[in-house]
């Protein structure tokens, strides 16, 4: 089964339970400061899980596409390191507003994985959490799943979209690649390989938690779903991990010409394929590579797509050139990035263009430093130097670190920083703008430090 028609076979399964299928919104949740990026399903009907927007239907199904690299859900740093992680990735989803609630949510996960896509039960194990004794007697009385393969969890069991907003106890499905892969069941101390795969999360939506950590009951107690498309079709594809699924082989492909070499699948390739997605969705919704919110964590991404290319030998712009492949492959259930496929291709360009500029110069200080090292720690004055003078975003430094197990030493990254404030203040009082001569690309202010790992979610 290909990717698209997954899509559609879990969209026509929930319109033959009476969802409405709902178009995917745009990466930038319309109406919510607390949101960098969509990230989930749920985000376009948060309104309405919270009681106070009403739709004509109660039931809802979605391929949602999501950015996870910034705020609560940030994995911009697994990406190249797990088979299961992107920064760009759908989410299918099945939405109850008030309508059913555990029993269903259960009753279809179960079907549409065992009967429609006919998965064997043997490799699907499913957590609950800790609390829930509703959701145990459910799976295990009425699907009858094997006490073996079932847990209880705490945090890993509590879903929600940000440090504010709808969350509550969820009911994770994995799914086992097999002895071959390292990793173990979850709640094992080998949970983080990539052995046990979650595949899908069903979220009892029953609370509303507000600034200041209370919990407040939701009006109606809803269901939310998510179940990763490229996760999901590389089970059925009968590949581990997501780079193999038929989207990203061709994605791969294309990256590996693009640069010229002569591999079709290495770390960086991966990088690069996953990260055309997330800019190019990013741009087709609106957000430009800039130095603030959103716009930074674009420029950041495509920074670090360019660094990789470069590692893998591409002597000039590249990345741009990947659109074209992306708008073969998900053009025809995205339109609108076939529609703005030469807008999307001109801003990365720009970007490649600028950041080719001080990228080689970068590089060769920081293998410098690199060889001159004696500690494991790069030293706070080069991260500041690259970040400063050669336009390198602070995790794109740490991403090469950590290429040659090392770290980079945050704490003077913020001194230096602080320190070229101090001086460009004391330069103020002199009509000198300080600021102005050093930078390369007009940086004015940094923010990208708390988004790169931090858990609020800062606009
Ligand atoms: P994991 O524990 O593997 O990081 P998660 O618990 O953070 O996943 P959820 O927030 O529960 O993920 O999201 C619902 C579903 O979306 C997951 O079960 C998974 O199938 C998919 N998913 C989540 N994050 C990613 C990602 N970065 N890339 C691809 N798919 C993802
Ligand atoms: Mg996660
Ligand atoms: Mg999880
Ligand atoms: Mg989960």
């Known amino acids: 089964m290909t990717s698209a028609e997954l899509r559609q076979a879990f969209l026509g399964y929930f319109q033959s339970q009476g969802h409405e299928i709902v178009e995917s919104s745009s990466l930038i949740p319309g109406n919510d ?33 999501c950015v996870r690299a910034g705020g609560k859900h940030n994995d911009l740093d697994n990406v190249g390191y797990t088979a299961r992680h992107h920064t760009f990735f759908e989410m299918l989803g099945n939405f109850s507003f008030g309508d059913y609630f555990k029993r269903d949510a259960i009753r279809f996960a179960w079907y549409f994985l065992t009967e429609i896509l006919e998965l064997p039960k043997e490799k699907l194990w499913v957590t609950v959490h800790i609390s829930d004794d509703e959701a145990e007697k459910i799976w295990k009385d009425e699907m009858g799943i094997d006490p073996e393969r079932f847990s209880r969890l705490d945090e890993d069991n509590f879903w929600s979209m940000g440090d504010t907003g709808p969350c509550g106890p969820s009911s994770e499905i994995f799914y086992d690649h097999g002895a071959d892969v390292w990793g173990g069941p979850p709640g094992s101390p080998e949970e983080d ?22 919990m407040v009951p939701l009006p109606n107690p809803s269901i939310d779903t998510g179940m990763g498309l490229e996760r999901i079709a590389a089970v059925l594809q009968g590949v581990h991990s997501n780079y193999e699924i038929d989207l990203f082989q061709n994605l791969l492909k294309a990256a590996s010409a693009a640069v010229g070499c002569k591999e079709t699948d290495t ?16 741009i087709c919704d609106g957000v430009i590579p800039s130095n603030e919110g959103a716009g930074y964590v674009l420029r950041r991404i495509i920074r670090r797509a360019v660094r990789h290319g470069n590692k893998l030998g591409a002597t000039g712009p590249f990345f741009n050139s990947l659109v074209a492949a992306l708008v073969t492959e998900m053009g025809d259930a995205y339109p609108e990035l076939k529609a703005k496929q030469a807008q999307i291709e001109r801003v990365l360009l720009k970007e490649e263009e600028q950041f080719a500029k001080t990228l080689d110069h970068g590089l060769r200080l920081l293998e410098e ?46 001194q230096a920083m602080e320190d070229q404030r101090n001086r460009a203040r004391a330069a103020g009082k002199f009509n000198v703008d300080y600021n102005d001569s050093l930078r390369l690309d007009g940086q004015t202010e940094f923010v990208g430090y708390t988004q790169l790992n931090g858990s609020a979610n800062v606009v």
Request: hydrophobic share 40%; aromatic share 12%.
């Open 193 to 214: 390989g990539d052995r046990y795969i979650e595949i899908w999360n069903l979220v009892f939506m029953q609370f509303n938690r507000s600034a200041d950590g209370s």
């Open 33 to 65: 400061p607390t949101l960098m990026f969509t990230n989930a399903g749920m985000v376009q009907f948060k309104d309405v899980f919270l009681g106070s927007e009403k739709r004509s239907y109660s039931r809802a199904t979605t391929s949602q596409r």
């Open 267 to 282: 770390q960086s390739l991966r990088v690069i394929a996953d990260h055309i997605r997330s800019c190019a969705f990013l």
């Open 369 to 414: 430093v690199i060889e001159d090292l004696s500690g494991t720690e790069i030293p706070g004055e080069t991260v500041f130097k690259l970040y400063d003078t050669y336009g390198f975003p602070v995790d794109l430094t740490a991403d090469v670190a950590r290429e040659h197990k090392l770290t980079v030493d945050m704490d003077g990254f913020d």
